[in-house]
């Protein structure tokens, strides 16, 4: 964990670091130690000296003030082959001229560990192809490099950086052109190598979701200075990430996984207005993703009935969203269904999300039966099972089959849903991403549907 005390078994130790470009000072007084088996996310919002960090500890760029220690060695005073037998950099662009095949890039690695005309033996052989089984990357050894996926380079690349046998992995931004899967499968890797191998790992991130998700810590940074330092649940808080990144945002645990995840909020810029309106059938953070998207593509949204304290009552109180609530903890009144029947009357659509269903919130899927019978299009999503959510002995499930027979209309996921509503490309690309990491939480691994939106929309109860 980064620690700005006690060097003890600490592999890494910048110092009091100050650098410069020229005149300017990029990086000020920056100061954290890293231990053995540590995967630490360096965050920041563009220009904050992330990547200038990643550079004067990888001895590209010499601190005018300040030392970074590695194993207590100073690496200034190391020459370069002796700092790169320890410490292997994965930078954000990699451009290959040649037409290499992925072993030899591979092979690149070992260059470390060869005097000058050596050529590579049997031994380094061996540890380019371990490198590569490692990466999943063996079966592509005879392929050029260029013609390869950016993943598969992305993969090829870090194998090249084990081959150089480190015990310190420096990344920066490793996941920046690939898809949602691709970054999964990266952040994987890296996670096993850290685990298995006990390398230290310090990455440059920007997504806080993948840094809360894989990161054992995390360092902000802010116009060169360390904001905060230390367990990611220290570092990523909502207080942080405003003072950092001027954004709201709602940091939540999720009670069943016990992981953070960190949900942006904003407003639109400018406006949009649709002039329509979606109510909201959500709860436990199921509809908080919908409410950010639909706000920001104009629509008029309400929800409810949502208990007070709840993940999305919080969201719709930050986007200024009408909501039908009550009291936590406490079963729907009387009162409060019958102002959630008035929201839904005056929606355009309804949308019950993938929320768990227990006997005091049942009452709302009435409320969605009421929009059918009033002919309001309502949208049934089924990204989790009725069955892991349905705390009613199946009463839930059957309610939901009763809404298929009077005409609701079942969506697998809501970027299936977003698409229906005419939801822009871009914030479809967000609510694909998000999906796997805030709903996710609740989501069972098995149903990661990829599909397209034809695909997406389904006519039954899955199950
Ligand atoms: P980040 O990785 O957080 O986006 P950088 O470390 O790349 O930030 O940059 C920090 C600051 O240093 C920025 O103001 C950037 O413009 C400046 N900078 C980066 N590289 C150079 C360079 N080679 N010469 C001069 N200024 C630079």
Redo the contacts with the bound molecule.
């Keep these: 964990m980064p620690s700005n005390g006690g060097r003890d078994m600490a592999i890494l130790n910048v110092d009091g670091v100050d650098c410069y470009?020229?005149a300017?000072k990029?990086l000020e007084n920056v100061r954290f130690s890293v231990k053995e088996r540590d995967f630490v996310g360096v965050l920041?919002?563009?220009?904050?000296?992330?990547?200038?960090?990643l550079r004067s500890i990888s001895r590209a760029l010499k601190p005018h003030r300040g030392v970074i220690l590695l194993n207590d060695l100073d690496i200034y005073t190391l020459r370069s082959v002796e700092v790169a037998r320890q410490m292997a950099v994965v930078p954000q662009e990699t451009t290959i001229g040649f037409n290499f095949t992925a072993l030899d890039i591979v092979l690149m690695g070992r260059n470390p560990h060869l005097s000058r005309f050596q050529a590579e033996s049997e031994k380094d052989l061996a540890i380019a192809r371990s490198a590569m089984e490692r990466t999943s990357t063996w079966h592509l050894a005879e392929r050029p490099v260029n013609e390869l996926s950016g993943g598969e380079r992305q993969r090829i690349i870090i194998a090249r950086a084990l081959a150089q046998e480190p015990k310190v992995l420096l990344l920066d931004e490793p996941t920046v052109h690939l898809d949602i899967n691709n970054q999964l499968e990266i952040m994987d890797l890296l996670r096993e190598l850290q685990s298995r191998e006990g390398l230290i790992i310090l990455a440059?991130l920007h997504d806080f979701n993948l840094a809360a998700r894989y990161c054992d810590s995390a360092i902000l940074?802010k116009d060169?200075k360390i904001v905060s330092a230390g367990s990611v649940d220290a570092v990523l808080t909502s207080e942080n990430i405003k003072n950092v990144f001027q954004v709201e945002a709602i940091v939540k645990r999720h009670p069943l996984t016990n992981s953070l995840y960190i949900i942006p909020i904003s407003t639109p810029k400018p406006p949009l207005s649709r002039n329509l309106s979606v109510h909201l059938i959500c709860g436990a953070g199921t509809g908080t993703t919908l409410m950010k998207i639909l706000v920001d593509e104009g629509y008029n949204v309400t929800a409810g009935v949502l208990n007070v304290l709840d993940t999305d009552y919080e969201t719709a109180q930050l986007l200024k969203i009408p909501v039908a609530s009550d009291a936590p903890f406490s079963p729907i009144t009387e009162e409060t269904h019958r102002a959630n029947l008035e929201m839904v009357s005056r929606a355009s659509a309804v949308v019950v999300t993938a929320v768990p269903f227990a006997h005091g919130n049942l009452r709302n899927l009435e409320a969605a039966t009421e929009a059918l019978k009033r002919g309001i299009p309502t949208f049934v999503i089924e990204d989790i099972p009725v069955e892991r959510r349905d705390y009613t002995r199946g009463e839930a499930k059957k309610r939901l089959m009763e809404l298929k027979g009077k005409g609701a209309t079942f969506v697998r996921n809501q970027h299936a849903l977003l698409a229906i509503l005419n939801v822009s490309e871009d914030k479809l690309k967000m609510a694909r991403a998000l999906r796997t990491e805030i709903p996710g939480h609740l989501r069972p691994e098995t149903n990661s549907h990829e599909g397209g939106v034809a695909n997406d929309i389904e006519s039954h109860v899955g199950g």
Excluded: A
């Design positions: 470009y020229g300017v990029v920041g919002p563009n220009g904050s000296g992330k990547t200038t960090l440059v940074l060169g």
